[in-house]
C-alpha cells in the first residue's frame, strides 16, 4: 500500500533544495496564479476549443478528440492557432513558480502548454529548454530545444537546468501535442523511450520526483508520469489532496509515490515560506 503524509516531509523541501528531487509540474499549479488563467484543466481546454470551433456535442469533454476533430475538418494550422489563442494570457508566476525556478534543478518537467514556468526561469540565463514534437509538423523528430532566450538550438544543451516540456508549449514556438493522433505517435514509442530526450533520461537516473499540481485519473498523464519517471533514482511524492480515484491509487502503488495528503496552496507557502533556496 502506498504510504501517505498528512504533512509535508522535511525531506521533500530539502530534496528540492538540493537538487536531487526534480520538480514534476501539472495543469494545477495555475490555481496559485493571481488574475486572468489560461484554461487550467483539460476539461477546461476542451471547452475552450470548442467554443471557438464548432464540435460535436458526444466529443466536447475530451480534449484529445475535440482537437482532432479541429486539426480533422479545419487543419492542423486552425488547432495550432486555437491554441495560441487559448494559452496567450500569461499570468504571473506565482511564488511557489519563482521558488522552484531558483532551484538548482538538473532537471523541471511540466506537463502543460502555459509559459508560466518558463517566464519563472526567464530571471536565469543558464537553462535550456527541450519540447516535445507533434509528427504532423516534425516528422522524424521527437523534440525541439531551445535556449534561454527562446532561440531554437541543436541538442541536446547540457545547461544546469534542463526544463522538459513532453506536450509542448505556448512559447517559444507553438509546439502541441494535443489531438489524438499527436499522442498515438508518442505513446506508440514511448515504452521504448524514443520520445524522451537522452539528456532527460540521463539526469533522471540520480533523481526523484515531487508531483505538483498534477492528477493521474486520465491515462495520458500517467503514461507519461510512468515513461518519464522510469528508471529514476527516487523517491517520488505527489502532492494529491483528498481522496484519490481508483486509478490514481492504483498507479501511484504501482509507481512506488508517497501521496502528501495537503492542499497545493498549504504546500506551497510551506516551501516559499520556510525553506530558502541556497545562492
Not at 514509442?189 to 533523481?207: F, K, M, N, W, Y
Not at 533514482?233 to 509515490?257: D, K, N, Q, S, W
Amino acid at each position: 500500500m502506498t504510504t501517505t503524509f498528512d504533512h509535508l516531509p522535511p525531506q521533500v523541501a530539502a530534496g528540492l533544495a538540493a537538487g536531487t528531487l526534480a520538480p514534476y509540474l501539472g495543469p494545477g499549479l495555475l490555481s496559485l496564479c493571481e488574475g486572468p488563467l489560461p484554461p487550467a484543466d483539460p476539461l477546461a481546454l476542451a471547452a475552450t476549443l470548442a467554443a471557438r470551433s464548432s464540435v460535436p456535442g458526444k466529443i466536447r469533454t475530451r480534449v484529445t478528440a475535440v482537437a482532432q476533430f479541429i486539426e480533422n475538418f479545419k487543419h492542423r494550422k486552425t488547432l495550432v492557432a486555437l491554441m495560441g489563442e487559448a494559452f496567450a494570457t500569461a499570468p504571473a508566476p506565482s511564488p511557489l513558480h519563482r521558488w522552484l525556478a531558483a532551484l538548482p534543478a538538473p532537471l523541471i518537467v511540466d506537463t502543460w502548454y502555459d509559459d508560466t514556468m518558463r517566464r519563472a526561469l526567464a530571471a536565469r540565463s543558464d537553462w535550456a529548454e527541450v519540447q516535445g514534437l507533434s509528427q504532423s509538423e516534425h516528422f522524424g523528430s521527437w523534440t525541439g530545444w531551445y535556449g534561454a532566450d527562446g532561440a531554437a538550438v541543436e541538442g541536446p544543451v547540457a545547461a544546469r537546468t534542463v526544463f522538459y516540456k513532453p506536450w509542448g508549449g505556448h512559447a517559444p514556438a507553438a509546439n502541441y501535442l494535443v489531438s489524438d493522433s499527436d499522442f498515438v505517435e508518442v505513446l506508440t514509442e514511448i515504452d521504448i523511450q524514443t520520445p524522451i530526450p537522452a539528456l532527460v533520461q540521463q539526469r533522471r537516473a540520480s533523481l526523484g520526483f515531487v508531483f505538483l499540481g498534477c492528477r493521474f485519473n486520465d491515462q495520458l498523464p500517467r503514461a507519461f508520469a510512468r515513461q518519464i519517471t522510469k528508471r529514476s533514482g527516487g523517491p517520488h511524492y505527489a502532492v494529491l489532496p483528498g481522496e484519490p480515484t481508483r486509478m490514481e491509487r492504483r498507479f501511484l502503488e504501482e509507481a512506488g509515490i508517497t501521496r502528501i495528503d495537503l492542499p497545493l496552496a498549504e504546500v506551497a507557502a510551506a516551501l516559499t515560506g520556510q525553506h530558502a533556496v541556497a545562492a
